[in-house]
């Protein structure tokens, strides 16, 4: 018999992504059984974060300062605003290190099925920050799925008229990808938006 205290645990840890029942059992058992040198530090850490983590009220990043440190650095170019849907796609912009301008966080994607509508996304707020700021370009880097398609083509519909370029991530063959191993959508894409050698 298993404890209440541990099945919740459980069941809560089995709610994150990437976790199922059997993962969070597992990292419940890691956990306690290493309370001292990991269980504890994380709840403290955890503790603190939520208390000093906010969204940054310009782009819509998660940091403990407001603007975020992205958007107080100076030597990014704030005529550059990257659109994501995510954090997370944020995030993965950054690790890559590819690009040194200015983002701005959707909170998601729009979605007739999901019922999420343009008054549900951080649109608003883009379309502020392009008329207000001497934006060049707005690079919409949003998912090649149908919501992703569907929120790039709202957004370029919204800044055309605005003066600045819109543009858009590339969709294709992966760098070190195999045409053999490729979906029949990535190949289409890839081919559709060749360009010359």
Known sequence: MVSPDIENLIALLAKLPGLGPR???????????????????LTKAMGVALENIKTCSQCGNLDSTDPCQLCSNVKRDAGLICVVEDVADLWALERAKVFQGRYHVLGGVLSALDGVGPDDLNIPALIERVAASGVREVILATSATVDGQTTAHYLSDKLAGMGVEITELAHGVPVGGELDYLDDGTLGAALKDRRPV
């Open 23 to 41: 993962s969070a059992r597992r990292a419940v058992l890691h956990l306690i059984k290493r309370r001292e040198s990991l269980a504890q530090p």
